[in-house]
C-alpha cells in the first residue's frame, strides 16, 4: 500500500488536510510550507489540472529531497503557460530544450549531478502526454532501459493541447479532437489506437511505475515520495483533465478525474519492477457515463440518439481495467 | 570574488516572476466565504449553534463546546434527555446514512460539564434593572439565565415547593433523573438569580408593581388536567396524569391498582402507563381514540412503552367507568379520516382509569389586568414575546405554540432578548438568517461512511424494578466519533481542502481558527475551490463587468 487511507475523523484523508489528523498525517499541500513550486501568476486557463498536478507533484518532491530538485521541461502548455520569456512562475531550477527531448536532456543532468559528485540533487523530467507518448517516445524508453536516475512524469491530459487540440496517442476512443471530428460511423477518435505508456514503462523493469491523478492528492504525494526513495529510472504518469481540451466547466477538473478514477476508465495503480503491487480502490463506483457526459468532447454520444453502442465499448473498457487492476474491494 | 558573469548574448535580462502577471484580472466570477445556517441549527427550538458546538466536540475540546452551546441554552444535561430533537429529523446526513445523533452529545456535554463543575461567567455589568419572572420551569429559568448574562438583576417566584416545573412534576425520573436537573438548575442559581419557592403570584401586575420591578417574564405553564365527562359509578377510581406524576414526585405513591387504564394519546399518557408499570401494575392500557400514526407521543417513547409491556388499544373511547370495569366503544375512520362511533361495546377490567387528556393554563393571576388578552385559553404575545399589557411578557406552555421543553427554553431567550431592549428603550433587532446550507452544496464524496452511535438502553427486564434512567449516555470515544459525522453544513470546517485545489495558489491559510483568504490578484475565477469545498461554505458570485 503506497498510502493508508484514514477512513475517519471526518473526512480522514480525503480532503487536502484535516485539523483533527496529527501534524505528521498531514498532506504537504495542506501545510504552509509548501515550496508552491509552480507558483501565482502562471497562464494556464482557469481550472487547468496540469497546473495543479505539476504544483502537487513537485511540492511533493521537494519536501522528499529537502528542495534539491532540478527539472527537464518539454514543450507544451506546461512550458508555455509557466514560462514566457523574461517571466517564470517556477521556484525550483528548471530547464526547457524541445518537446521530444526532456527525458533525454533529464539523462543528461543526472549524469551531470554524477560528475560533479551531487548525489543529492535529484533529477525530474516531465512533459505532457503528447512528449510523452509520441515525439518524446524514443528518449524515454532510453532512459529507462539505461536505468538513468530519473524520475519521468507524464501530465497526462489526453491530446496536444498547447497546439490547440489535436490528438496523440493517449486520446481516448470516441474523443473529438480538432483531428479527429465527431463524424462517421464511429465519430471522434478511432477505436483500436493510442497506447498506455505506464505499461510500456513496466515492461522496461524499472523499480517504480505509477499512476494517479489530480482527484487524489494523498496518494499522488505518496507516490512521489515513494519515487524520490528510489534511484534508477521511474515514471509517473498523472491525469491531469484539461478544460480547454475537454469541453468541461473549469470547476470540473478534480471531479472529473474522480470519475475517471470511480468509473475504471483510469486504473491507478503501482508497480515495482515490473509487477503491478497495489491498486488505488473504487470507493463509489459510477458508470462511464459520468465521466463522459459533462465533457463536450464527447456530446456526440448524448446527441438526440444516444450512442449506446459506443458507451457500452467504453464501459467495456472501464470493466477490463477493473477485472485487470482489481479496482473493486474484494 | 567571483568572476563577473558573462551572459550570452540575447540572454539580457534575469528571470523575473510570474507574480508580475496578475491573473485576477481574467475573472468573471469570484469565489467568496459564506457562512450558510445549518439545518440542524434551523430546526433547533432554542436556536443553538449546533454545528458550531460541535466544531470544538470534533477536536475533542468538550469544554469550549459545552461553553457555546449553552450560549443559546443551560441546560444541555436537561434537554439531551428529553427534548425530541427536531434538529435531527433537519440534518443533511439524514439523507445519507442517519442523522448525526445531536442530542447525545449534547448530553453527554452537560453531564461532562456537571461531573467537571464547569460554570457560567459571571456577567460582568449590572444594569441595575430588576426583573421578574413568574414560573421556575425551563422557560422561566431560561429567561432567568439569559436576563442574568445580560446583566439584570432577576428574582423568579414559583408557587411550588421545587424548580424545575413540568421537568420534576411531569417527566418521570426514568427519563430524567433528578440529580441532573439540580446541578442545572444550581448553576443559574450560582450566576446570582434570586429564586423564590412556595411563592405563588395572585396577580402578575400587582406583583410587578409592589416588587418594583421594571418588567415582568410569566411562564407558568399548563397544569390544570383537562377532564372528559365519563359517567362514571360511585366507587369508580378516576385520576389524572398530572396529579399522579405529581404525586410521585411528592412522595406520595399513587395507588392505581393491578390493573391501570390510561385515556390519551400524548407524551403524558405514555408517562403514566410506564410509571404504572413501574409502580406494580401487571397491565397498563393505553385507550386512545384514533389510530397509532395520529399519536402525538413520540414514536421513541412508544417503542420504549411496548418494550416495557404497556398494552395499546387504537380507535377506542371510554364510555362509561364502574368499580372494576370500563365500558369501551370501537370507533371506525370515516371517509375524512376522522373517528366515529360504530355502536360496538366492549368491557375493560380496570382497577383505575387515569386520564391524560392534557392539559390547561391557570390564568388566575392574569384577571383584570387591562390589555392582556386570551385566546383559546392561552395568552397572546407579540413577535416581542409581550403580551398586551407594556412591561409583561410571557412564554412556554401557556402562550400559543407547540408545548415541549426546548420550545419554552427558546422563548425564555427571545423574551430575555426583547426585555433587555425594552428596558433600554430599544427594538430588539433580529441578526439577519442566512440561507439553509441544503444538502445539495455538500460534496459528500470526502466524507468517511460512518453510521450512527446507537446509545446503550437499560434492558426491558431491569427497567421495571425501578426508575432508573432508561436510555444510558455516550462515553468521550462515541461522542467523539458521533461529533465527528457531522458534515459542518454550510460552515467551514478547515479541512484545506480550497488551498490545496486551487491551481493558482490564490487562496490564503491564515492558520489554525483564522481561516483562509483569496488572494484576487491572482484568483481566475475557476470555481474549483467551491466545488470541492465539502461543506458548501464558498460561493461563487458574478464580478460587475
Ligand atoms: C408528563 C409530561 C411529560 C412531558 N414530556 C416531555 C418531554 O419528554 N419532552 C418535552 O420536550 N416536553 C415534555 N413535556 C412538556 C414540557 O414539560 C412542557 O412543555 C414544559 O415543561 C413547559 O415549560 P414551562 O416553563 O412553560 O412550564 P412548566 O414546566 O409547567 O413550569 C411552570 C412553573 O410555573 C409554576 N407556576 C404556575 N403558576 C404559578 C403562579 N401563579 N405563581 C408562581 N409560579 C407558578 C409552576 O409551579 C411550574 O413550576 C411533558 C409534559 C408532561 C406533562
Ligand atoms: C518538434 C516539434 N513539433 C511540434 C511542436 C509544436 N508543439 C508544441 S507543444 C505541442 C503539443 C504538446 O502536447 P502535450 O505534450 O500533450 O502537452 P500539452 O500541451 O497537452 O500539455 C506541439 C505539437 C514543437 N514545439 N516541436
Ligand atoms: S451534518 Fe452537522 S451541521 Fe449538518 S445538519 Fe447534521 S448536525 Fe447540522
Ligand atoms: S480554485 Fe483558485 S483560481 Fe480557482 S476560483 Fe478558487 S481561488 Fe480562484
Ligand atoms: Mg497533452
Same mark, same amino acid.
Given at each position: 500500500?503506497?498510502?493508508?487511507?484514514?477512513?475517519?475523523?471526518?473526512?480522514?484523508?480525503?480532503?487536502?488536510?484535516?485539523?483533527?489528523?496529527?501534524?505528521? @498525517? %498531514? +498532506?504537504?499541500?495542506?501545510?504552509?510550507?509548501?515550496?508552491? $513550486?509552480?507558483?501565482?501568476?502562471?497562464?494556464?486557463? /482557469? &481550472?487547468?489540472?496540469?497546473?495543479?498536478?505539476?504544483?502537487?507533484?513537485?511540492?511533493?518532491?521537494?519536501?522528499?529531497?529537502?528542495?534539491?530538485?532540478?527539472?527537464?521541461?518539454?514543450?507544451?502548455?506546461?512550458?508555455?503557460?509557466?514560462?514566457?520569456?523574461?517571466?517564470?512562475?517556477?521556484?525550483?531550477?528548471?530547464?526547457?530544450?524541445?518537446?521530444?527531448?526532456?527525458?533525454?536532456?533529464?539523462?543528461?543532468?543526472?549524469?551531470?549531478?554524477?560528475?560533479?559528485?551531487?548525489?543529492?540533487?535529484?533529477?525530474?523530467?516531465?512533459?505532457?502526454?503528447?512528449?510523452?507518448?509520441?515525439?518524446?517516445?524514443?528518449?524515454?524508453?532510453?532512459?529507462?532501459?539505461?536505468?538513468?536516475?530519473?524520475?519521468?512524469?507524464?501530465?497526462?491530459?489526453?491530446?496536444?493541447?498547447?497546439?490547440?487540440? @489535436? %490528438? +496523440?496517442?493517449?486520446?481516448?476512443?470516441?474523443?473529438?479532437? $480538432?483531428?479527429?471530428?465527431?463524424?462517421?460511423?464511429? /465519430? &471522434?477518435?478511432?477505436?483500436?489506437?493510442?497506447?498506455?505508456?505506464?505499461?510500456?514503462?513496466?515492461?522496461?523493469?524499472?523499480?517504480?511505475?505509477?499512476?494517479?491523478?489530480?482527484?487524489?492528492?494523498?496518494?499522488?504525494?505518496?507516490?512521489?515520495?515513494?519515487?524520490?526513495?528510489?534511484?534508477?529510472?521511474?515514471?509517473?504518469?498523472?491525469?491531469?483533465?484539461?478544460?480547454?481540451?475537454?469541453?468541461?466547466?473549469?470547476?470540473?477538473?478534480?471531479?472529473?478525474?474522480?470519475?475517471?478514477?470511480?468509473?475504471?476508465?483510469?486504473?491507478?495503480?503501482?508497480?515495482?519492477?515490473?509487477?503491478?503491487?497495489?491498486?488505488?480502490?473504487?470507493?463509489?463506483?459510477?458508470?462511464?457515463?459520468?465521466?463522459?457526459?459533462?465533457?463536450?468532447?464527447?456530446?456526440?454520444?448524448?446527441?438526440?440518439?444516444?450512442?449506446?453502442?459506443?458507451?457500452?465499448?467504453?464501459?467495456?473498457?472501464?470493466?477490463?481495467?477493473?477485472?485487470?487492476?482489481?479496482?473493486?474491494?474484494? | 570574488?567571483?568572476?563577473?558573469?558573462?551572459?550570452?548574448?540575447?540572454?539580457?535580462?534575469?528571470?523575473?516572476?510570474?507574480?508580475?502577471?496578475?491573473?485576477?484580472?481574467?475573472?468573471?466570477?469570484?469565489?467568496?466565504?459564506?457562512?450558510?445556517?445549518?439545518?440542524?441549527?434551523?430546526?433547533?427550538?432554542?436556536?443553538?449553534?449546533?454545528?458550531?458546538?460541535?466544531?470544538?466536540?470534533?477536536?475533542?475540546?468538550?469544554?469550549?463546546?459545552?461553553?457555546?452551546?449553552?450560549?443559546?441554552?443551560?441546560?444541555?444535561?436537561?434537554?439531551?434527555?428529553?427534548?425530541?430533537?427536531?434538529?435531527?429529523?433537519?440534518?443533511?446526513?439524514?439523507?445519507?446514512?442517519?442523522?448525526?445523533?445531536?442530542?447525545?452529545?449534547?448530553?453527554?456535554?452537560?453531564?461532562?460539564?456537571?461531573?467537571?463543575?464547569?460554570?457560567?461567567?459571571?456577567?460582568?455589568?449590572?444594569?441595575?434593572?430588576?426583573?421578574?419572572?413568574?414560573?421556575?420551569?425551563?422557560?422561566?429559568?431560561?429567561?432567568?439565565?439569559?436576563?442574568?448574562?445580560?446583566?439584570?438583576?432577576?428574582?423568579?417566584?414559583?408557587?411550588?415547593?421545587?424548580?424545575?416545573?413540568?421537568?420534576?412534576?411531569?417527566?418521570?425520573?426514568?427519563?430524567?433523573?433528578?440529580?441532573?436537573?439540580?446541578?442545572?438548575?444550581?448553576?443559574?442559581?450560582?450566576?446570582?438569580?434570586?429564586?423564590?419557592?412556595?411563592?405563588?403570584?395572585?396577580?402578575?401586575?400587582?406583583?410587578?408593581?409592589?416588587?418594583?420591578?421594571?418588567?415582568?417574564?410569566?411562564?407558568?405553564?399548563?397544569?390544570?388536567?383537562?377532564?372528559?365527562?365519563?359517567?362514571?359509578?360511585?366507587?369508580?377510581?378516576?385520576?389524572?396524569?398530572?396529579?399522579?406524576?405529581?404525586?410521585?414526585?411528592?412522595?406520595?405513591?399513587?395507588?392505581?391498582?393491578?390493573?391501570?387504564?390510561?385515556?390519551?394519546?400524548?407524551?403524558?399518557?405514555?408517562?403514566?402507563?410506564?410509571?404504572?408499570?413501574?409502580?406494580?401494575?401487571?397491565?397498563?392500557?393505553?385507550?386512545?381514540?384514533?389510530?397509532?400514526?395520529?399519536?402525538?407521543?413520540?414514536?421513541?417513547?412508544?417503542?420504549?412503552?411496548?418494550?416495557?409491556?404497556?398494552?395499546?388499544?387504537?380507535?377506542?373511547?371510554?364510555?362509561?367507568?364502574?368499580?372494576?370495569?370500563?365500558?369501551?366503544?370501537?370507533?371506525?375512520?370515516?371517509?375524512?379520516?376522522?373517528?366515529?362511533?360504530?355502536?360496538?361495546?366492549?368491557?375493560?377490567?380496570?382497577?383505575?382509569?387515569?386520564?391524560?387528556?392534557?392539559?390547561?393554563?391557570?390564568?388566575?393571576?392574569?384577571?383584570?389586568?387591562?390589555?392582556?388578552?386570551?385566546?383559546?385559553?392561552?395568552?397572546?404575545?407579540?413577535?416581542?414575546?409581550?403580551?398586551?399589557?407594556?412591561?409583561?411578557?410571557?412564554?412556554?406552555?401557556?402562550?400559543?405554540?407547540?408545548?415541549?421543553?426546548?420550545?419554552?427554553?427558546?422563548?425564555?431567550?427571545?423574551?430575555?432578548?426583547?426585555?433587555?431592549?425594552?428596558?433600554?428603550?430599544?427594538?430588539?433587532?433580529?441578526?439577519?438568517?442566512?440561507?439553509?446550507?441544503?444538502?445539495?452544496?455538500?460534496?459528500?464524496?470526502?466524507?468517511?461512511?460512518?453510521?450512527?452511535?446507537?446509545?446503550?438502553?437499560?434492558?426491558?427486564?431491569?427497567?421495571?424494578?425501578?426508575?432508573?434512567?432508561?436510555?444510558?449516555?455516550?462515553?468521550?470515544?462515541?461522542?467523539?466519533?458521533?461529533?465527528?459525522?457531522?458534515?459542518?453544513?454550510?460552515?467551514?470546517?478547515?479541512?484545506?481542502?480550497?488551498?490545496?485545489?486551487?491551481?493558482?495558489?490564490?487562496?490564503?491559510?491564515?492558520?489554525?481558527?483564522?481561516?483562509?483568504?483569496?488572494?484576487?490578484?491572482?484568483?481566475?475565477?475557476?470555481?474549483?475551490?467551491?466545488?470541492?469545498?465539502?461543506?458548501?461554505?464558498?460561493?461563487?458570485?458574478?464580478?460587475?463587468?
Amino acid at each position: 500500500m503506497s498510502h493508508q487511507d484514514i477512513k475517519f475523523y471526518q473526512t480522514g484523508t480525503f480532503t487536502v488536510g484535516n485539523r483533527l489528523l496529527d501534524p505528521e @498525517q %498531514r +498532506s504537504v499541500q495542506s501545510t504552509l510550507e509548501r515550496t508552491n $513550486a509552480l507558483n501565482s501568476g502562471h497562464r494556464a486557463c /482557469p &481550472g487547468c489540472g496540469e497546473a495543479l498536478g505539476a504544483r502537487y507533484a513537485m511540492d511533493a518532491a521537494m519536501a522528499a529531497t529537502d528542495g534539491q530538485i532540478v527539472v527537464a521541461n518539454a514543450t507544451g502548455c506546461l512550458e508555455v503557460f509557466s514560462t514566457p520569456y523574461p517571466e517564470t512562475a517556477w521556484q525550483v531550477p528548471w530547464v526547457h530544450s524541445l518537446f521530444g527531448n526532456a527525458a533525454a536532456v533529464g539523462a543528461g543532468l543526472a549524469a551531470a549531478m554524477r560528475v560533479k559528485g551531487k548525489s543529492d540533487v535529484r533529477v525530474i523530467a516531465q512533459g505532457g502526454d503528447g512528449s510523452t507518448a509520441d515525439i518524446g517516445f524514443g528518449p524515454l524508453s532510453g532512459m529507462f532501459e539505461r536505468n538513468d536516475d530519473v524520475l519521468f512524469i507524464c501530465y497526462d491530459n489526453q491530446g496536444y493541447m498547447n497546439t490547440g487540440v @489535436q %490528438r +496523440s496517442s493517449a486520446t481516448p476512443p470516441a474523443a473529438r479532437t $480538432a483531428t479527429t471530428p465527431a463524424v462517421g460511423p464511429h /465519430p &471522434g477518435h478511432q477505436r483500436g489506437m493510442g497506447k498506455f505508456v505506464p505499461e510500456i514503462a513496466m515492461a522496461h523493469h524499472i523499480p517504480y511505475v505509477a499512476t494517479a491523478t489530480v482527484a487524489d492528492l494523498r496518494d499522488i504525494e505518496a507516490k512521489v515520495t515513494a519515487a524520490m526513495s528510489l534511484r534508477g529510472a521511474r515514471y509517473i504518469h498523472i491525469l491531469v483533465p484539461c478544460p480547454l481540451g475537454w469541453g468541461s466547466a473549469s470547476h470540473d477538473t478534480v471531479r472529473l478525474a474522480r470519475m475517471a478514477r470511480e468509473s475504471g476508465l483510469f486504473p491507478v495503480f503501482e508497480a515495482r519492477d515490473g509487477e503491478v503491487t497495489d491498486s488505488l480502490k473504487i470507493r463509489h463506483q459510477v458508470p462511464v457515463e459520468a465521466f463522459l457526459k459533462p465533457q463536450k468532447r464527447f456530446a456526440h454520444l448524448f446527441g438526440k440518439q444516444r450512442d449506446e453502442e459506443a458507451i457500452a465499448y467504453l464501459q467495456a473498457r472501464a470493466d477490463r481495467n477493473i477485472r485487470k487492476y482489481h479496482l473493486l474491494e474484494a | 570574488m567571483d568572476k563577473p558573469m558573462v551572459k550570452p548574448f540575447a540572454i539580457t535580462l534575469d528571470p523575473g516572476s510570474s507574480l508580475a502577471n496578475h491573473t485576477g484580472s481574467w475573472r468573471t466570477v469570484r469565489p467568496v466565504y459564506v457562512h450558510r445556517l445549518p439545518p440542524c441549527n434551523n430546526g433547533c427550538p432554542a436556536g443553538e449553534d449546533i454545528q458550531g458546538w460541535l466544531f470544538h466536540a470534533e477536536s475533542g475540546d468538550y469544554e469550549k463546546a459545552w461553553h457555546v452551546l449553552t450560549e443559546n441554552n443551560p441546560f444541555p444535561a436537561i434537554v439531551g434527555r428529553v427534548c425530541y430533537h427536531p434538529c435531527e429529523s433537519a440534518c443533511n446526513r439524514g439523507q445519507i446514512d442517519e442523522p448525526v445523533s445531536i442530542h447525545a452529545v449534547e448530553r453527554f456535554l452537560g453531564d461532562e460539564a456537571i461531573k467537571r463543575q464547569w460554570a457560567f461567567p459571571r456577567p460582568a455589568q449590572r444594569s441595575g434593572k430588576r426583573v421578574l419572572i413568574v414560573g421556575a420551569g425551563p422557560s422561566g429559568l431560561s429567561a432567568a439565565y439569559h436576563l442574568a448574562r445580560l446583566g439584570h438583576e432577576v428574582e423568579i417566584h414559583e408557587a411550588g415547593p421545587m424548580a424545575g416545573g413540568m421537568l420534576r412534576f411531569g417527566i418521570p425520573k426514568y427519563r430524567l433523573p433528578r440529580d441532573i436537573l439540580d446541578a442545572e438548575v444550581a448553576r443559574i442559581l450560582d450566576m446570582g438569580v434570586r429564586l423564590h419557592l412556595n411563592r405563588k403570584v395572585d396577580n402578575a401586575l400587582a406583583a410587578k408593581q409592589e416588587g418594583g420591578f421594571d418588567a415582568v417574564f410569566l411562564a407558568i405553564g399548563a397544569h390544570i388536567a383537562k377532564r372528559a365527562y365519563i359517567p362514571a359509578g360511585a366507587a369508580a377510581r378516576v385520576l389524572d396524569a398530572v396529579s399522579v406524576l405529581h404525586d410521585m414526585e411528592a412522595g406520595e405513591r399513587p395507588l392505581l391498582g393491578r390493573r391501570v387504564v390510561v385515556y390519551g394519546g400524548g407524551n403524558s399518557a405514555i408517562d403514566v402507563a410506564r410509571t404504572a408499570r413501574r409502580l406494580g401494575a401487571d397491565e397498563a392500557i393505553i385507550v386512545y381514540r384514533r389510530t397509532r400514526d395520529a399519536m402525538p407521543a413520540h414514536p421513541s417513547e412508544v417503542h420504549e412503552a411496548e418494550d416495557e409491556g404497556v398494552l395499546f388499544r387504537w380507535l377506542s373511547t371510554i364510555t362509561q367507568a364502574d368499580e372494576g370495569a370500563l365500558t369501551i366503544e370501537k370507533m371506525a375512520l370515516d371517509e375524512a379520516g376522522k373517528p366515529q362511533p360504530t355502536g360496538e361495546f366492549e368491557t375493560l377490567e380496570a382497577d383505575s382509569l387515569v386520564l391524560a387528556l392534557g392539559q390547561d393554563v391557570d390564568l388566575g393571576l392574569l384577571d383584570k389586568i387591562q390589555g392582556i388578552e386570551i385566546e383559546g385559553g392561552v395568552v397572546k404575545v407579540g413577535e416581542n414575546m409581550m403580551t398586551g399589557c407594556a412591561g409583561i411578557f410571557a412564554g412556554g406552555d401557556m402562550v400559543p405554540s407547540e408545548r415541549t421543553v426546548t420550545v419554552g427554553i427558546g422563548h425564555g431567550k427571545k423574551a430575555a432578548r426583547h426585555i433587555h431592549a425594552w428596558l433600554n428603550g430599544e427594538l430588539y433587532q433580529k441578526p439577519p438568517t442566512p440561507p439553509i446550507a441544503t444538502l445539495d452544496r455538500i460534496n459528500r464524496w470526502y466524507y468517511s461512511d460512518a453510521p450512527k452511535t446507537v446509545q446503550p438502553e437499560l434492558d426491558a427486564e431491569r427497567r421495571l424494578d425501578g426508575f432508573e434512567e432508561v436510555v444510558h449516555g455516550l462515553n468521550a470515544d462515541n461522542a467523539l466519533f458521533e461529533a465527528r459525522r457531522c458534515l459542518s453544513c454550510g460552515n467551514c470546517f478547515e479541512c484545506d481542502n480550497c488551498y490545496g485545489v486551487c491551481p493558482d495558489n490564490a487562496i490564503k491559510k491564515l492558520g489554525p481558527g483564522q481561516g483562509f483568504e483569496i488572494d484576487y490578484d491572482f484568483c481566475k475565477g475557476c470555481g474549483l475551490c467551491a466545488a470541492e469545498c465539502p461543506c458548501g461554505a464558498i460561493d461563487m458570485v458574478p464580478e460587475d463587468i
